[in-house]
């Protein structure tokens, strides 16, 4: 049987690129949640609670039928389990 190694050549220069391109990002998005806990760290300073902002920031990312929905299904859960008076 032939060994799949012989018969792919790779491209060094092509995968070097594709390599160094992750690591660039990844270095990027290291950097960016750096950023992102600086801000909610300042927000705290200013009396903000981080939780309460982080499911605010969720919450706007989804469309109102999706946050509605989600709302309606907590509420049953919810009151299911005695958590509503």
Known sequence: MEDDFSTTTVSA???RAIV?????????KAEVSEQIKEV???????GFDAATLRKIVALRKKRPEERSEEEAMLELYMNALGMIA
Do not use: S, V
Not at 40 to 46: D, L, S, T
């Open 13 to 15: 220069g092509q995968l």
């Open 20 to 28: 160094e391109r992750i690591e660039t990002l990844e270095a990027e």
């Open 40 to 46: 909610y760290a300042e927000a705290k300073g200013n």
